[in-house]
Every structure is written in structure tokens, then in C-alpha cells.
């Protein structure tokens, strides 16, 4: 693509956006750049000007960040060594030295431990906020608060928070907002024109999509990431050069394979809904589920998009019953990551959450039953007949 041709759909930019310009040595896919030395000319400049991989600035870094933030439809974006590189650099660049978080109560395992097990080391504080009730929230704000944090999903019940309220709340306190997008990817929900103020990811999910790299992403202004970038610089959370070509490769197809998650997805969320032997099923796409309506306001509006790739249901039967299905099942590959094009199943009170207490998983909705599907881009009648079997008498 030459520069100057439109890049307004989204297909399109996943495909060409952030692709170097001119071509490097006529290469229509990015090569790997692995050298840690660049020439440098000498005359005086700025430390983060100098190209070295740790800066982040290596031509494979460039192509992830200029087709993610294409993407996003936002200034900038910052390829980090991991989804957990991007949210402790953010967290640290806003808060550290006495600042005040508000964080929703239901957060990803490593988020959650970053936040109960080191903030106070690094002087900051935080409150918990419901997600569900945001007339709670303004009590908590205190002098010092800085940021309010998020997730767009909640997992594994797939819970979705106001995140216009999110945003007006953090804009009347003069506070930024931070949403971890990490299950609904820029192709279901862009935070930034949205009007949050910082987006991390795990680009280790849906946005490689091949559970095959290890990576994460901060997006945002240019204003709101130079800080975010220098401490990243100094903190050494760079993503490797080979990764950001397997990424960038991962994206480009971004589109493709979200819709193909979102359609499986809900093809799954019914067929289980329709099971005699199914207690529960949660989905957003489900007219059943208590944020459907809001889900489709957010993530399949105007765009049509869709309600993600994530799901988690409970068969009747309890324990057992769960252990019988995740054993029956032929298809699945049994393991607690998500976002892949292979369909994943976990029991969470055993992987994710087995962290927590049986009274604490209780309160969070997870009981020890519960299955999460991360849904892969298989044949959807494969999936559906695969489980349909798992789970009968
Ligand atoms: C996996 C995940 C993370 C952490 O990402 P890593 O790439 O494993 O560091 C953060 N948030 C969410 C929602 C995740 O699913």
C-alpha cells in the first residue's frame, strides 16, 4: 500500500497498517530485525532517540505500534514484553509515590496480585469498586486519586461494567481511566474514542491469537503514553523483535478471526443454553445474560460486531458433572489461557481462581463447576456436536 490510500476499514488496516514505508529492501512482510546495534551519527541527542531494542523503537516495534494504533483509532501504541509488562508499567507511571487507585473488584489473576501483593511497596493505595453499582464509586475518591482501572470483561462470568459511566466518572473527579481490553480487542471496542484516557492488552490472547507469543500493549495519546514509554525504557518490559514480527503477523488477521470467535461463540452459548443437562450458561451475546443489553450498546452496536469469544457455563451435577464433560471432551484443548484459534476449556476454581478461597470464589460468582470456554475458529457445528455429546446423560 502506498502512503496516502485510505485505511478506514478495519480489515484493511489490520492487513496494511504500520507496514514500514518504503518497504525494507522491497519486503511486503517486515524482516526480523535482531541486530542490538545501530549506527548512530554522533552528533548529540536524546537517550530515547537512540535505536536499540530495548527502547522499543526497532522497525518491528514501529510496525506493531502503527497497526495497533491504526487499530485503535489512537495515537499511539506501545508493544510490551507482556500483557502484565504493559498494566505494572501503567499503573506504576500514573500512581507511584502516593497515588490512590480505584479498581474493579473483578480482575484478571496477575492484576489482581500486582494490585493485593506490591502497590503499597511502591507507595500507592487502592480502593475496590463494584463494578455493578457505580453510585458507590465516588466515595472512595480521595485527594490522591489518580486512576480508575477496569476490565471490559469480566472473567470468567463475562460481566460488563458501564464503561461510558467509567468514563464520565474519571472526567467529573479529573482522574484518567485505564481499561484492560484485552477479551474484546480493538475489533469489538475502541476505548480511546470512546474516551478512555490508557488501554493495555494482552496481545498474548486475541491480538497474536495464535497462543504461540508472549506480548502486551499500552494505547493511547502521545500526551498521556511519554511518560508511560520513558518508565517502560527504564523498566526493560521491551517486546523481542522475533515477537513483534510473530504479532504483527498475528494481527493481520485480527478481524477475521474475531468475527469467526464471536460467531462460534454464540452458536456454542446456545446450543449449551438448549441442554437438558446445563445449569447455567454465560455469554453477553445471550438475551439471558444481565448485561446483554449493555454488551450490545458497547461491543456490537452500529459495527454489528459481536459479543467476544469467551464463555462459561455450568452443567447440572456439580464437581462431577464438570469432571465428566472436561473428560468426555474430544476437540478442546484443556488449558487456562484464552484467545487462541484453538478452543480452550478450564475449570476456573482449579487454574485462574484456584488462588482464592472457596468463600471468596463463592462471592465472585465462580462456583467449582463452572467451565470457561475460550472459543476457538473451529467448525462451529464440530463444537457444538462435540459438547452436546460431552454432556449428555
Ligand atoms: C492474560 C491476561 C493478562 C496478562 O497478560 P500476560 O500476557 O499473560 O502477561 C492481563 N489481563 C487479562 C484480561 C488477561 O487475560
Redesign the pocket.
Known sequence: MKEGHPTDGVETMAVHAGDPHPRIGGAATPPIFRSTVFEHSGEPGDYHDIVYPRLNNLPNHLAVAGKLAALEGAEEAIPTA????A?STVLLSVLADGGHLLVQRQL?G??HMLVTGFLERFGIAYDWIDGADPSGWAEKVRPETRLIHV?AMS?PLTRVIDLDEVVRFARAHGILSCI?A??VTPILFRPVPAGFDLV?H????YLNGHSDV???AIVGSTAHLAPVRELLNELGGTLDPEACMLLHRGMRTLPLRMRAHCENALALARALEAQETVAAVHYPGLASHPDHARARQHFAGEAGRGFGGMLSFEPKGGVEAARRCLARLRLPVSGP???GVETLVTRPATTSHAGLTGEERARAGVTDSLIRVSVGIETAADLVADFTQALAD
Not at 82 to 85: D, E, I, N, Y
Open positions: 507482556s500483557g502484565m509488562a498494566i484478571y496477575g492484576t476490565e472473567n484492560d484485552t477479551f493495555v494482552s496481545a498474548t490472547k508472549t506480548a502486551g489461557s484464552l484467545g
